[in-house]
């Protein structure tokens, strides 16, 4: 990866983590439980559980994402930044500016 390559992706993860914090603050906000008391009558308490559920998911995989973000902007100076861990192949630059925190190329990715 050349140095303008790594400039970009620096910058795309920086940008790529504040969506995500801003993203978990909204989410913290929806998934807090004190709300659960304060719904009113059986129906909107089990719409209010149901998002909770639905926010708290959301919730976990953003914070993991947050930390996945957070080691890939760490990585960005090693050599072997843009590097599958599986097969060592370089990741194309479009793949990572797509999903910054990815360790995979398209072919080993878990998912
Ligand atoms: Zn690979």
Redesign the pocket.
């Known amino acids: 990866m050349n140095d303008a390559d790594r400039d970009r992706m620096k910058r795309c993860l920086a940008e790529e983590m504040e969506r995500c914090r801003a993203e978990i603050a909204r989410l913290e906000t929806t998934a807090d439980p004190v709300a659960v008391d304060s719904a009113v009558g059986r129906l909107s308490r089990m719409d209010t559980l149901v998002n909770q559920g639905v926010s708290g998911q959301s919730l976990s995989k953003a914070r993991r994402r947050l930390l996945l973000l957070d080691r890939a902007l760490r990585n960005a100076d090693y050599p072997g930044f843009g590097e ?1 861990v ?4 370089p990741i194309p630059v479009k793949r990572l500016l797509l999903v910054p925190e990815t360790e ?2 398209v ?2 990715a878990p998912e």
């Open positions: 599958c599986e097969c060592g192949n995979y190329c072919h080993c």
